[in-house]
Structures are given as C-alpha cells and as structure tokens.
C-alpha cells in the first residue's frame, strides 16, 4: 500500500534560522496536503498542493509539490516560537489520506 | 458555525471491552473519516464513511466498525479491545470524498 515517510523526525531550530522538512511517497498522489499539530492538539490544516512543481507561500512557510508527484517539501523561514509543533504531510490517493510519522519542530530562543 | 465535534473527550476501557466513538461533522460536510493516532505517530486511516456507507477502509481488522446517519454523524465502534487499541481517534469532515479534511479535537482512548 501508499506509504508516506517524513525526515527529518525532530527537528530543534534556533529562533531566527530556517528549516525545512521533507516528505517522500511511495506512489504518485493526486494531491498532497500539509498539516500542523500543536502539543495536545489535534492536526490543522495548512495547505492542499495540486499540481506537478506546485509552490506556494504562507507568510514564511513555503510548500512544493515535486514534479513527479511523489514527494513535497515545507520550508520555515525565520523560525518563531509559534512555529513549535508536529508537522505532517498527508498524501491523499483513492479518497484516502495516508499520513507521515510527523517532524517535530522545537524552537530555542 | 461549529467545527468537528466528538464525544467524548476521554475514555478508560479494560481489555475485552467494547467501545463507541461519535463524530458530528463540520455543518454542510457529508463526508467523514476516522483516524487512529498514537502516541508519536502520525494519524493512521481506518475508514471513511459517505452517503451512510463505508467507502474506504484501511488496515484495520474488522473489531474496527462504524455507521453514518442519515445527519452525516458517525460512530466508531471498537470490539474485543487490545492494550494496542490505546490511541487518540481523529475524526474528520469533509465538504466532498477528497476535499480538506477538518478535524476534530479527538478521543483519548485508554486501554488497561
């Protein structure tokens, strides 16, 4: 079946700098979607990206979709101490949503 | 315009038990989905449930089952429950089957 792997898995970022996590599918998605989830919390939604080298930009938070479909990036720019939480990324293929295992960001001031 | 709700928050069950979830969806989406979370992992699909019938399902045996009213609610029902079933579960709406999934803040399932 679809599988979904993130890296890095932790990922502890000085206030300020940038980071950037990745996400690789086994298969071609229809699309790829990218959710947030704060400690205690439950995951929100960020961003849908649709086509082949799809880039778009939330504030400091740049997505790709790669041109094979199969994997994506987040880039965070200027890290804050609001950036802290798991990130996911979630193909979606057949109606279903198949998650990553997350990159949890720390943020040290 | 309230968001996804579930009931209920927590949950304490003993192995063996059985155990039902319930999910309103977001107001105006039909579609739900439930997901399973563990501790560190990322939300694993069960099934997803549209127009009162099970449409997809992941890998789950079938002690996992679930139901959809005619108001688009649903209910997870866990039977023969396992140390392993302990779990946070996720339940989504959407407006559409592949649309933006809103979730709900979830049920904290433990199993002793």
């Known amino acids: 079946g679809q599988q979904v792997m993130q890296i890095p898995q932790y990922q502890h970022v000085q206030e300020g700098e940038d980071f950037t996590t990745y996400c690789n599918s086994s298969?071609?998605?229809?699309?790829i979607q990218w959710y947030k989830q704060r400690p205690g919390g439950h995951p929100v939604f960020l961003i849908q990206?649709?086509?082949?080298?799809e880039v778009k930009k939330q504030k400091r938070l740049t997505f790709q979709f790669g041109e094979a479909k199969k994997n994506s990036s987040l880039h965070t720019a200027a890290t804050q101490t609001t950036d802290v939480g798991t990130y996911f990324c979630?193909?979606?293929?057949?109606?279903?949503?198949?998650f990553g295992a997350g990159t949890t960001v720390t943020v040290r001031a | 315009d309230a968001g996804v709700t579930q009931s209920p928050t927590h949950l304490i069950k003993t192995r063996g038990q059985q155990v039902t979830l319930r999910c309103s969806p977001k107001?105006?989406?039909?579609?739900v989905s439930w997901y399973q979370q563990a501790l560190g992992q990322g939300p694993q699909f069960i099934f997803q449930?549209?127009?009162?019938?099970?449409?997809q399902r992941g890998n789950f045996p079938d002690r996992f089952s679930g139901h959809q009213f005619p108001n688009y609610s649903s209910e997870l029902n866990v039977n023969a429950l396992l140390l392993g079933d302990s779990a946070l579960y996720l339940c989504?709406?959407?407006?559409?089957?592949?649309?933006?999934?809103?979730f709900g803040p979830g049920t904290r399932l433990t199993v002793l």
């Open positions: 989504a709406s959407s407006l559409v089957r592949g649309h933006t999934q809103y």
């Open positions: 298969t071609t998605l229809s699309n």
């Open positions: 990206l649709v086509k082949s080298g």
């Open positions: 979630a193909g979606h293929n057949d109606y279903k949503l198949s």
């Open positions: 107001s105006g989406h039909d579609t």
């Open positions: 449930y549209y127009e009162e019938e099970e449409r």
